[in-house]
């Protein structure tokens, strides 16, 4: 069986011997023997007990709660389920700091479409933020609508070249198209851009909204406030109820 002296055994837990000796003083860490000269000798379920006052001290539990417990029979049950606790608490911390980083991630995004790094644009990329999902919502809608529309589309077109029946693929494509222009009308009352020259938020013609080149979060538009035309971030419109 191996034995540490209190040095190596503060070593082994990565406390300080001060701290090993803290604990002896106050019973809560019997050595397992005593060498000839009285050196203290600890064993691998020193180690442990060592291991476990120090996961609780980190729980702030105090030195006389500590002594109770590791007296009592029930000790294990309740060690194990300080620690699905803590385990618990780790997990949680983790989704919180990933949530974080990918936020560091969008916001990176997001400067990069602005032209500087003023407070005013750290303001606009918060609120952009916040409206993130608004627009998530709104983008799935028209997809939840789209979708079967298209395969109606599709469906009836493949029925006219397969069997020369055309009348449904018609009637589909009148029937998507007026779709379309509502679905279009639906998007436009719910969007704004905000130029990144200005920061001005605007909402551009109906003409130039439908023809301007765009990406999934941009569109190239002139900006009302500086006359610019650039390419300005999509965000969702203040004051619209998702």
């Known amino acids: ?59 702030d ?35 919180r700091k990933t949530e974080q980083l990918e936020k560091i991630k969008s916001i990176r995004s997001a400067l990069s479409s602005f032209k500087d790094g003023t407070q005013k644009t750290i303001h606009d ?27 109606v589309e599709i469906v009836t ?12 693929f018609f009637v589909a494509l009148a029937v998507v198209s007026i779709c379309l222009i509502f679905m279009f009308d639906y998007w436009y009352k719910q969007i704004e851009y905000i130029c990144p020259e200005c920061h001005t938020r605007f909402r551009p ?6 023809f301007g080149n765009h990406t999934p979060k941009m569109r190239k538009l002139t900006c009302p406030s500086c006359k610019r035309r650039i390419w300005s971030l999509e965000v969702y419109r203040k004051g619209v109820n998702s």
Not at 1 to 14: D, H, Q
Not at 26 to 38: A, F, Q, Y
Not at 205 to 210: C, I, P, R, S, T
């Open 61 to 95: 539990i105090s030195i006389k709660d500590i002594a109770e417990l590791l007296e009592s029979d029930e000790s294990k049950k309740v060690i194990e389920l300080l620690l699905d606790e803590q385990e618990k608490n780790i997990q949680e911390d983790v989704k």
């Open 205 to 210: 013609k109906k003409m130039e909204a439908v």
């Open 157 to 168: 077109f493949v029925i006219g070249i397969l069997k020369g029946i055309w009348i449904p």
């Open 125 to 151: 990329i918060s609120q952009v933020m916040e409206e993130k999902d608004k627009l998530k919502k709104m983008y799935k809608k028209i997809v939840v609508i789209a979708i079967p529309l298209e395969t």
């Open 1 to 59: 069986m191996s034995l540490y002296t209190t040095g190596e055994l503060a070593k082994k837990c990565g406390v300080s011997v001060r701290t090993v000796q803290y604990y002896d003083e106050r019973g809560i860490l019997v050595p397992t023997d005593l060498t000839e000269g009285g050196r203290r000798l600890f064993s691998e379920d020193d180690v442990v007990t060592l291991e476990t006052i120090c996961f609780l001290r980190d729980l």
